[in-house]
Nanobody, 119 residues
Framework: QVQLVESGGGLVQPGGSLRLSCVAC????????MRWDRQVPGKEREMVAG????????PDLADVKGRFTISRDNANSTLFLQMNSLKPQDPAVYYC????????????WGQGIQVTVSS
């Protein structure tokens, strides 16, 4: 059974940092591209950053370039998102996601974790 379990969210002041983690269970993590998505109420879920099986990263959201870094530890089946210089527009529910190899689409998301930026 595929499970993606996020942790590390919470409340941080503007300019602060958080590190999200996602433990993947039920499949061989190193065989899949992985990514982080986020969603705010009333808006569509958007891709924040993706990472290949060999840790080639592709930050797809222009607003997070230079601030967010995606990484992975295949040996421990864990995905990370280091978020620095957090801004008031970053609050959202952040989701860890697995990318299905043939379609390039997400086939599993985690339950999501809240990130709040407030002074």
């Amino acid at each position: 059974q595929v499970q993606l379990v996020e942790s590390g969210g919470g409340l941080v002041q503007p300019g602060g940092s958080l590190r999200l983690s996602c433990v993947a269970c039920g499949f061989t993590c190193e065989n899949y591209w992985m990514r982080w998505d986020r969603q705010v109420p009333g808006k569509e879920r958007e891709m924040v950053a993706g990472i290949s099986r060999t840790s080639r990263s592709t930050p797809d959201l222009a607003d997070v370039k230079g601030r967010f870094t995606i990484s992975r530890d295949n040996a421990n089946s864990t995905l990370f998102l280091q978020m620095n210089s957090l801004k008031p527009q970053d609050p959202a529910v952040y989701y860890c996601a697995r990318v299905e190899p043939d379609s390039g689409r997400v086939d599993y998301w985690g339950q999501g974790i809240q990130v709040t930026v407030s002074s």
